[in-house]
């Protein structure tokens, strides 16, 4: 049994400030005692006949201190002396519900305040309802409603409030119900307005229920309510969803007369961005471009908005080359396109494996000025070296050198990080040198991302040229990282009694005491090379150290014991150690039944994911899929289905992995059928 000792911590600033923080939060504690002790004393003295006060109370809760139990407290403590809440305090007490997400109590709280005939005026209830509707329930905020006019005949929710509850339904897909709501409206006296219909006609487009919308349309006209733009906009979308172009075309012509018309800025171009919007969801991608080319609009909306909009909806539906041709469209016409649009754009052509595209474009956009977001940047020299042009990601880098403002080293360091996919240490050394004759010195980000490339190529004799320099002091000191990724190529190459010379000797002689996630390291590369005896020195070394083992150094350990044949040695570590040290998740679970499953002990692997169930661990759903798969190598059927059932019974549900294995079992035993 290894015994895993914590190291005391040591005095430092940390500590300082925490003990600074302990001893803070301990004479604060006292004040507040206080403080809600003389507030309490000062409720006793005050008679419920002071509204003023009780308002000023509860407001002060619910507003300033963000506790409305507290508030309501007070309240009911109040109407047991016969104190009557008014409008004040229940919008107080409401408004700090929904501040704090607690929508349903807010609805079931108000609904309280109603049925004990505490109702505010017409004012506040229009407030409140406006409060509830940000819950986005409208069929418990209709609810809330429909109780109030029960009680206050007189009371009339406000057209605003009306229009949000319909849109809310039709969002729900319940547009026969919102249907109804502007039939109670008017049964109200309300008249429904150019928002209650568009609100509408847009929901039975979205049902897909278009010869009911274009009737809501003709009754607006019959009702004397004259349809804006983005009205027909509306109607336009859902006779493209229903793919009647035609149709659709009719409308677009008399939507370009109706924006001339129109006088309100912020509604053409809402009708404008959906149309757009409609054209690029249905596939429509050579009217947009017709729209581009032609702009049939004029000038009833802002050319850099049409434009900017345009790349932005056919960059969102995946279309980034047919943005690129916006921007060609754009240049013909004198127009430049803004930076955000434009840095979208070769973002997503990156994305889209369209790289010589996205680099065409930002030569271009170089001409006026324009620089990648810094992650567009990385997006693009990644996808340059993984087609292995190296030209033009260091045409890249220079472009983004010249930019004002920005950190050079981290530049320099993310292209030292795309160019580790190709496998030329040459390019890595020149960039090096380029640093240094550039004035910008390399750091340690620098120098760990080099080792690391040249240890992922391989090229472990090169890294240890690069961290001799470093300790030599040509390049600033190697840090715990530097020495980690060291060790790890060594053992990646098989060298690993360097890599233990690095642990034992190197890191003591500078100052570096290894980390949980150096140990974790050296241990995995040392279980790869089947050297299970020395990587469990490794870990007796780690307990002496007083460096305490995670969940991942478990699974390391678990998982290599097993690899190299050692599964008692496993369960004995297993009993001895890890499960009474508490530090165990999936990954340890599923490296132990792995094991057990590898070595054929099926058997050991149900009972260990039995007990885990049973003492209150919980196994994921790989732990469950291992053992099935299992059971389905060995033409189990039955014992796979047991642990189908036990996984449903703790709570987890099949996935797709599990379908395909369980679907093999069928396969594998139908053909054992017909062989037979």
């Known amino acids: 049994m290894f015994f895993i000792s914590r190291g005391r911590a040591k005095e ?82 409401i408004h700090a519900l929904c501040d704090a ?82 039939f109670e409206m008017r049964s109200r006296g309300h008249l429904p307005n150019v928002v209650t219909y568009t609100t509408l006609i847009g929901g039975y487009c979205e049902i897909r229920e278009i010869e009911v919308a274009h009737k809501v349309f003709d009754e607006m006209r019959a009702c004397g309510v004259r349809a804006n733009c983005l009205t027909l906009s509306v109607l336009i979308g859902g006779f493209l969803k229903r793919r009647d172009f035609e149709a659709g075309r009719k409308l677009m012509e008399e939507l370009w007369g109706d924006m001339m018309d129109e006088s309100d800025e912020s509604v053409k171009s809402a009708a404008f961005a959906n149309l757009i919007d409609s054209l690029c969801r249905e596939g429509y991608f050579n009217d947009v471009f017709e729209i581009a080319e032609d702009m049939p609009q004029c000038d009833s909306v802002n050319v850099e908005f049409a434009y900017g909009h345009m790349m932005d909806s056919l960059c969102r539906y995946k279309r980034n080359h047919g943005a690129a041709r916006i921007v060609y469209i754009m240049k013909c016409k004198g127009l430049k396109p803004r930076s955000t649009a434009y840095n979208a754009i070769i973002h997503g052509l990156c994305k889209d494996d369209g790289c010589m595209r996205a680099y065409q474009l930002l030569e271009e956009g170089s001409e006026f000025g324009f620089f990648p977001s810094e992650y567009t940047y990385k997006l693009l020299l990644e996808s340059l070296c993984k087609e292995h042009d190296t030209g033009k990601a260091r045409n890249v880098l220079e472009l983004m050198l010249r930019k004002e403002g920005i950190d050079r080293i981290r530049i320099y360091n993310i292209y030292l990080r795309a160019l580790c996919v190709v496998d030329n240490p040459t390019d890595i050394l020149n960039v090096l040198v380029s640093m240094l ?237 017909e062989g037979e």
């Open 437 to 673: 004759q550039g004035d910008c010195r390399p750091d340690e980000y620098t120098l760990n991302t080099v080792i690391d490339g040249f240890c992922k190529m391989g090229r472990v004799d090169d890294a240890m040229k690069v961290l001799g320099d470093m300790m030599t002091g040509k390049f600033c000191a190697p840090d715990a990282v530097t020495l980690t990724t060291v060790m790890c190529g060594l053992l990646t190459q098989g060298r690993a009694e360097e890599a233990l010379d690095v642990l034992n000797r190197v890191m003591p002689e500078n100052g570096f005491k290894p980390s949980v996630v150096t140990y974790n390291a050296v241990m995995r590369g040392l279980f790869k090379l089947r050297k299970g005896d020395e990587a469990m020195c490794v870990f007796d070394q780690m307990a002496k150290a007083g460096v305490s083992a995670d969940n991942t150094t478990y699974a390391i350990i678990i998982d290599g014991l097993c690899a190299t044949g050692q599964v008692d040695k496993a369960k004995r570590l297993w009993d001895d150690v890890i499960w009474p040290s508490g530090r165990h998740d999936a990954y340890v679970y599923s490296a132990f039944l792995k094991g057990l499953c590898r070595f054929g002990s099926l058997s050991d692997a149900c009972h260990f994911l039995y007990e885990l169930a049973d003492s209150g661990a919980v196994p994921n759903i790989v732990c469950y899929n291992i053992v099935i798969d299992e059971c389905s190598r060995s033409g189990l059927r039955r014992e796979a289905y047991q642990i189908v059932e036990e996984m449903r019974k703790n709570g987890q549900a099949p996935d797709a992995v599990t379908w395909r294995i369980l679907d093999k079992l069928h396969d594998s035993r139908a053909l054992a059928v």
């Open 101 to 182: 997400g607690r929508f349903d109590e807010a609805h079931r709280r108000f609904l309280l305040f109603v049925a004990s005939g505490f109702v505010p005026d017409e004012r506040t209830c229009n407030v409140i309802i406006a409060r509830l509707l940000d819950s986005g329930t409208p069929v418990s905020t209709w609810r809330v409603v429909h109780r109030l006019i029960g009680v206050k005949r007189e009371f009339v929710p406000s057209l605003t409030n009306y229009n949000r509850l319909i849109n809310q339904m039709c969002l729900m897909y319940r547009v026969r119900d919102a249907h109804k709501l502007v």
């Open 12 to 93: 430092n600033g940390f500590s300082k400030r925490l003990s600074s923080l302990i001893h803070l939060k301990n004479t604060h504690e006292p004040r507040i005692e206080h403080d809600a002790i003389e507030e309490s004393e000062e409720d006793r003295r005050r008679s419920v006949t002071d509204r003023a006060y009780w308002r000023r109370r509860i407001h002060n809760l619910c507003s300033v201190r963000k506790n409305p139990d507290e508030a309501l407290r007070v309240i009911d403590g109040l109407c047991l002396r016969g104190y009557r809440p008014d409008s004040l305090n229940l919008s107080s007490v």
